[in-house]
């Protein structure tokens, strides 16, 4: 069985790193990207998520990041998230490489997470650099269409990579760095259709890591793994937890 054999490989090639997407929070009610009900199959991400978009009409792009930061911070982490924490803990996670903004790693106790898509935490003024906590953003967002910086008036952007932007340098070396040196790359919730980050899996291989795949969905690099299980994270997370007697969370 593939979760008999993902708990087998991180026990022999662990401490791993886990490099997660959107599929992670899903059971938190939140929708992935490409799946069949995903956000794109809704929203065209050159209409609202992209740098392009941003330039073009920064009212419509933060109409559309106002209700989705209001979303991510209803959601609350899930058993998958809760389990990665508990692994981490238990010294099977060396560290949590993730695509997704929602902060959901982090409050679900993991604490070596690199976020390669920046988060909802903040945003940033384009002008002048002047950061802006994710309260403020969004009390300004209550009584009027965009944030501005309160040091010079220029519109805010908030702090995640969107599509035409080049990936935060200091996270994005940390993730590579993180993937050459790990015994095992184990990607969760991920299509792994988006670069750079959907390369951190070639760059582990390159470097005599393991892979293994967790996902629903087949993925361009199951060829490649040494391990898929496909189904939910949530459940598959907590099952091999609990075979590495790591706290299998419910
Ligand atoms: N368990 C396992 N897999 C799941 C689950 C689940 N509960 N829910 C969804 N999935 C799978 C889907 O089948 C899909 O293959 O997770 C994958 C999510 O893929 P995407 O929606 O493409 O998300 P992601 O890979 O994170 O996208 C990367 O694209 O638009 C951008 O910036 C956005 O960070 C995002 C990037």
Not at 49 to 60: G, K, L, Q
Not at 83 to 95: I, K
Not at 225 to 230: I, L, M, N
């Amino acid at each position: 069985m593939a979760v008999d054999a993902l708990a087998a490989l991180i026990a022999d090639r662990g401490p791993c790193v886990a490099l997660t997407g959107a599929g992670m929070s899903t059971e938190s009610g939140i929708p992935d990207f490409r799946s069949a009900t995903g956000i794109w199959a809704e929203v065209d991400p050159y209409e609202v998520a992209s740098i392009d978009a941003f330039h073009r009409d920064p009212e419509r792009v933060w109409r559309w990041y106002a209700s989705r930061i209001h979303s991510l911070l209803d959601a609350e982490p899930n058993r998958g998230h809760r389990t990665l924490a508990a692994l981490e803990r238990a010294g099977h996670v060396q560290a949590v490489v993730t695509q997704n903004i929602d902060t959901l790693h982090t409050r679900a106790g993991s604490v070596e997470v690199v976020e390669v898509h920046g988060s909802i935490r903040r945003a940033t003024c384009l002008a002048c650099a002047t950061p802006e906590p994710v309260d403020g953003v969004l009390e300004q967002l209550e009584s009027g269409p965009v944030p501005r910086c309160r040091a010079c008036g220029a519109v805010l952007k908030p702090d995640v990579v969107m599509f035409g932007e080049l990936l935060p340098v200091g996270p994005f070396a940390r993730a590579e760095r993180l993937a050459r040196e790990t015994g095992l790359l184990l990607v969760v919730g991920s299509s792994l259709q988006v670069w750079p980050a959907a390369g951190l899996p070639e760059t582990a291989i390159a470097h005599g890591g393991a892979l293994a795949i967790v996902n629903d969905e087949e993925t361009p690099f199951d060829w490649q793994a040494d391990v898929v299980a496909r189904g939910p994270a949530g459940e598959t997370l907590s099952a091999v937890a609990a075979l590495l007697d790591a706290g299998g969370s419910s």
